[in-house]
């Protein structure tokens, strides 16, 4: 089984029945393991060259793909009901206050952000950011998953 599909499978509660969005998917490995749970879901990413690469012959009928900045989301506030980041914090470190700002803002109130890593350089930086979230008022922990393959970080939009 496929660590995407493991983690899915652990956050089937969250994604269950619910409009996701996923910021900085790639090659959308997370998003394809979660379209078995969720209702809906928007894979973005600034290039999806990656995953056009994939060149996938049947992709499920409840994802979306659209190239997007995750720091400058055309996307309408309070939208999702979750958001979420997979092993993509690496390359997000410098605009990290950008792409809270934004994926706070398409998030609906009382809904989630989940952070997700699995790579050893990511887990340092969502340590970091566990730290940072206690500076915004709107934004609140929920939860943190630390299991042994990988670690989440479940944040709750207290006010859009
Ligand atoms: C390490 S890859 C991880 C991708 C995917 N989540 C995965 O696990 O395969 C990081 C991704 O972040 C994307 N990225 C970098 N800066 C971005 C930005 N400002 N907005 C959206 N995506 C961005 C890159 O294009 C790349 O696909």
Redesign the pocket.
Known sequence: MKITDNISMDLEAYLNDKKVLE?????S??SLSASKYAKQILA????LE?FKRKNLKEIPQNIEFKE????DLILDNGTFDISIC???L???ES?LNS?LMEMSRVTKENGYLLFIVSWKMDKRILLDLKEMINEYAHLKINGYMGKNRYKVLIIKNIKV
């Open positions: 910021i900085a998917c790639g090659d490995e997370f973005t990413d600034i290039s990656r997007m900045d995750a720091t997979y092993n993509a690496g390359h997000l605009v792409v």
